[in-house]
T-cell receptor, first 113, second 109 residues
């Protein structure tokens, strides 16, 4: 199994509070992705990174920011959480863009009350 | 914009049955992935295809580039195959995957 861990696994927070989710990898892969998974939708890309300090927006990036100061860590921040951001968040990594091997973390269940 | 659609959305089968899950996409792509999401939520990559067919154990994936269609087949299905199966397209230059909504498979003993 690829070395990719997400933390926390579960979080309950209140509307308006900042929240940071962490994705940590031990594979030294270049590409890291943050997705959210909601009923009736496929996984939707929030932000991705193609190297240290190199990030770009995905299709649902509003209300989210990311940072990647080290190869192994990709942080997702909700600056001011809203109920619409209640979701399951997945981090994924790959060595190359479109690589055959795309590895996912175990997910973070976030509830914003 | 590429759209990825899967069918059926839900599928119940008896153990031992041959299963087919379909995935279609609207624009040309570089590759297509099949993923499995376990009941506990974990997601595992099964195949990546850019042409032809791939086989791994009882799983077979095919892709028809001209028809923009891929299928995932499971032979001799087993209850442990119960999961959500997701297809995702990838287009070179975009760095992005577009995911289908998944097919929920339940195999009964």
């Amino acid at each position: 199994d690829a070395g990719i861990t997400q933390s926390p696994r579960h979080k309950v927070t209140e509307t308006g509070t900042p929240v940071t989710l962490r994705c940590h990898q031990t594979e030294n892969h270049r590409y890291m992705y943050w997705y959210r998974q909601d009923p009736g939708h496929g996984l939707r890309l929030i932000h991705y990174s193609y190297g240290v300090k190199d990030t770009d927006k995905g299709e649902v990036s509003d209300g989210y920011s990311v940072s990647r100061s080290k190869t192994e860590d990709f942080l997702l921040t909700l600056e001011s959480a809203t109920s619409s951001q209640t979701s399951v968040y997945f981090c994924a990594i790959s060595e190359r863009a479109g690589d055959e091997k795309l590895f996912f973390g175990s997910g973070t269940q976030l509830s914003v009350l | 914009k590429n759209e990825v659609e899967q069918s059926p959305q839900n599928l119940t089968a008896q153990e031992g049955e041959f299963i087919t899950i379909n995935c279609s996409y609207s624009v040309g792509i570089s590759a297509l992935h099949w993923l499995q999401q376990h009941p506990g939520g974990g997601i595992v990559s099964l195949f990546m295809l850019s042409s032809g067919k791939k086989k791994h154990g009882r799983l077979i994936a095919t892709i028809n580039i001209q028809e923009k269609h891929s299928s995932l087949h499971i032979t001799a299905s087993h209850p442990r195959d119960s999961a959500v199966y997701i297809c995702a397209s990838f287009t070179s230059g975009t760095y992005k995957y577009i995911f289908g909504t998944g097919t929920r498979l339940k195999v009964l003993a």
